[in-house]
């Protein structure tokens, strides 16, 4: 189970869920905010639970995760992992899988 104790970016949520968990983990943020760690959790096939005390920051996490904004997607970030083997398997999308099937010719 990851968490978070403080604001953290789309890139540097990327790296971490990458480099510490698999699809389907969970992923814990007790202070939630914008909801920036869960739009990230979403897009990378991981469970999560958000918690915010602030009801207009809970409605605001409600409408990022029910849309995937163009300043939200994290796929711009997959060219950065090209070369990790596992790819696919912590990078579960089609485009993960194209990108490694790429590297193996």
């Known amino acids: 189970?990851?968490?978070s104790l403080k604001k953290m970016s789309l890139?540097?949520?990327t790296q971490r869920f990458n480099r510490t968990s698999?699809?389907?983990d969970l992923v814990l943020d007790p202070f939630a905010g914008t909801?920036?760690?869960?739009v990230?959790?979403?897009?990378?096939?991981?469970?999560?639970?958000g918690i915010e005390i602030d009801p207009e920051y809970v409605e605001l996490i409600k409408w990022r995760l029910s849309r995937l904004r163009p300043a939200d997607d994290v796929s711009r970030y997959?060219?950065?992992?090209?070369f990790t083997p596992n790819l696919h398997e912590i990078w579960p999308t089609e485009k993960?899988?194209?990108v490694q099937r790429r590297l193996d010719v």
Do not use: D, S, W
Request: glycine share 6%.
């Open 22 to 24: 698999v699809p389907g």
């Open 35 to 38: 909801g920036t760690t869960l």
């Open 40 to 49: 990230v959790a979403k897009q990378l096939k991981r469970r999560f639970v």
């Open 11 to 13: 890139t540097c949520n």
């Open 78 to 82: 997959l060219h950065y992992y090209r």
């Open 1 to 3: 189970m990851l968490y």
């Open 96 to 98: 993960a899988r194209f």
